[in-house]
């Protein structure tokens, strides 16, 4: 099993930042991937960004991309989303996901490729 802790959410005006923070712990020897997916009231979970830990390459979701970036500290196991330009539509519960290696030819994006969740932190964003 792997637990993931998210930390950082809050309430920021429009165009401001946020960080926020994931903590890994657990058997992560057998990830290979591990993202954000953020999820707002009446809405499905939406894909946000991810990254592969070894290479570090990353992707992200249209709606974020030249705002967002995601991180990873090795070191500390623990991975970041950095969001610049927030905007009030940003507003959701966001979600820190991982990989148990099951799915690793699936792509990113897909929710079924991540069997790990952490309990998610809130980001509001006002206009």
């Known amino acids: 099993q792997v637990q993931l802790v998210e930390s950082g959410g809050g309430l920021v005006e429009a165009g401001g930042s946020l960080r926020l923070s994931c903590a890994a712990s657990?058997?992560?020897?057998?990830?290979?991937?591990s993202g954000w997916f953020r999820q707002a009231p009446g809405k499905e979970r939406e894909f946000v960004a991810a990254?592969?830990?070894?290479?570090?390459?990353?992707y992200y979701g249209d709606s974020v991309k030249g705002r967002f970036t995601i991180s990873r500290d090795n070191a500390k196991n623990t991975q970041y989303l950095q969001m610049n330009s927030l905007k009030p539509e940003d507003t959701a519960v966001y979600y820190c996901?991982?990989?148990?290696?099951?799915?690793?030819?699936?792509?990113?994006?897909?929710?079924?490729?991540?069997?790990?969740w952490g309990q998610g932190t809130q980001v509001t964003v006002s206009s």
């Open positions: 996901a991982a990989d148990s290696g099951r799915g690793s030819g699936w792509p990113l994006w897909l929710r079924a490729k991540y069997d790990y």
């Open positions: 657990g058997r992560t020897f057998s990830t290979s991937a």
């Open positions: 990254i592969y830990w070894s290479g570090g390459n990353t």
